[in-house]
């Protein structure tokens, strides 16, 4: 492919994102929820915000901040899981809420706003939900997927910008001050409206790596090199064979790694994004290793079938070989089941939940994977300036097989060829949410973990901060808010 897309491939990519959606009933209505919400307070982390705006100082409920600890935590979150009186079918589905911890002077505050899409504001004036959601089916129509662009997944600071990411879109620049949505990103005219996923990777010297996904004229991956600057340095499709949702990869000192799990989309469906996948264990996991000066794949490896959306790390070895994290699941169950239980006001959660694991990808063409971790692991964070090197830090919410409710309890640091060395247990009435690592000093993994969670005893969002080298003492600081927030997904940290 040429350094630039030509227009007609750009809209011919478009074009077929995302897939059709059917016309149909959401999860429910409001008053259904609240009663659900009645009956069991562990829903109150999938209700609708109860403002737009938030903005409050947080309480201290123990401990002491450390004086070092100055910045912002920026978190994004599905947040308007109802509107006009009806339901999301998934919890991935609401509107995008942009919240904001910042640290200063021995004190936190919090603010928190609702991103008001273009999406939203077409809801908006025509009165009612009408655009489709990654699982509950709309009847609006689709020019391209901004359309559908609800914000909601996670956040970006690079080069003077502070953006708003969604899977399956444009980033969405955010006003820093006013948390107000702005416009679209536009890289280079010819990527304009191309998807830009929700893990971009920043290396240590500022290049941002990317990936997206198109379904037309055939299923392609999109690869984007950004500078330091923010210019777009080069952009490229992929043809991948079969492919469906492909959340995260990994960055090594000389390539970008996918593991492209057999849960594929099939447009002939006509369904919702999600319901437009079928699960086919018979493709296997296929590893696309590209090169990152052409964006060109040099590398396939075959893996047994697993699902998953989370990677830690990767690095490779002097003879080539690359070793990576990730966690994975037998099968999509998680996604497509329990966040829709969820939804519809049943804290079930009864799939097979993520290990953590690692795979090794020779340079002869074979590959192995193999538990890293015992118990299940999610939302895997590791000492951003480790990014493309070889780690030996991964921090993540551990949990167990089994049990009723949120599957993950626990603050876990993980060492990947030792398994879990150190961690925290959150209490049956606080649910933790994605933690993320601060640096401090040189060494890997030195600094604190920031921890938000949701405690459904006192009805309010909170946050822990933790002394990352030692989680089993428990959080140097606790504080708490005076409302709840809805749980989120992914978030980063900017330092003062």
């Not at 006013?178 to 304009?192: C, E, N, S, Y």
């Not at 097979?352 to 994977?369: C, K, M, N, Q, S």
């Not at 993950?408 to 993980?414: E, G, V, W």
């Not at 247990?425 to 649910?431: E, F, K």
Request: with cysteine; proline share 8%.
């Amino acid at each position: 492919m040429s350094p630039e897309l030509s227009r007609r491939t750009a809209l011919r990519a478009l074009a077929g994102l995302p897939v059709l959606m059917s016309a149909g009933a959401f999860a429910g209505t409001r008053e259904d929820f609240a009663g659900a919400l009645a009956r069991d307070p562990r829903l109150l982390g999938f209700a609708t915000a109860r403002a737009e705006t938030l903005s409050a100082s947080l309480t201290t409920l123990g401990g002491r901040l450390p004086p070092g600890l100055a910045g912002t935590l920026w978190r994004n979150g599905p947040a308007e899981h109802e509107r006009f009186g009806h339901r999301y079918r998934h919890w991935f589905d609401g509107d995008g809420m942009v919240q904001v911890f910042a640290f200063a002077d021995g004190s936190a505050t919090h603010r928190a706003r609702i991103l008001d899409t273009p999406k939203r504001r077409r809801e908006t004036r025509a009165g009612k939900r009408v655009m489709p959601a990654f699982g509950t089916p709309g009847a609006g129509s689709l020019t391209g997927p901004d359309d559908m662009n609800a914000a909601n997944t996670s956040m970006l600071a690079h080069a003077g910008r502070l953006m708003a990411l969604w899977e399956g879109g444009s980033a969405l620049e955010v006003d820093p001050e006013t948390l107000a949505a702005g416009k679209f990103v536009v890289w280079r005219r010819d990527a304009a409206g191309l998807p830009f996923s929700a893990h971009p990777k920043v290396e240590p010297d500022g290049t941002l790596w990317n990936i997206g996904f198109v379904t037309r004229p055939r299923p392609s991956l999109v690869l984007y090199r950004i500078d330091r600057s923010g210019r777009l340095v080069k952009v490229n499709l992929v043809d991948a064979g079969p492919l469906g949702i492909v959340h995260d990869f990994v960055v090594t000192a000389r390539h970008l790694v996918l593991l492209l799990p057999p849960f594929v989309l099939e447009p002939e469906r006509h369904a919702t994004f999600l319901d437009s996948h079928l699960w086919r264990p018979d493709l296997g996991t296929r590893v696309l290793t590209v090169d990152k000066n052409t964006l060109e794949p040099v590398r396939r490896h075959e893996l047994p079938p697993g699902f998953h959306f989370h990677h830690g790390n990767g690095w490779e070895e002097a003879d080539g070989t690359i070793r990576l994290d990730l966690c994975q699941s037998p099968d999509p169950s998680f996604v497509t089941a329990d966040l829709r239980n969820v939804m519809s006001g049943a804290m079930r959660f009864g799939s097979a939940h993520p290990r953590y694991r690692r795979a090794v990808l020779r340079p002869d063409g074979t590959a192995a994977i193999e538990d890293a971790a015992s118990g299940v692991a999610e939302f895997p964070r590791i000492d951003p300036r480790r990014t493309g090197r070889r780690h030996r830090a991964v921090f993540a919410l551990a949990g167990d097989e089994g049990g009723d409710g949120w599957p993950l309890r626990r603050a876990a640091r993980i060492d990947p060829e030792r398994g879990e060395t150190d961690g925290w247990a959150y209490p049956p009435h606080q649910v933790p949410e994605e933690h993320v690592f601060v640096p401090r000093g040189e060494a890997e993994g030195d600094g604190w973990l920031i921890g938000p969670f949701l405690d459904t005893r006192r009805r309010a969002a909170g946050l822990n901060v933790f002394e990352a080298s030692r989680l089993s003492e428990g959080p140097l600081w606790r504080g708490v808010l005076p409302y709840p927030v809805p749980l989120g997904l992914h978030g980063i940290f900017t330092p003062a």
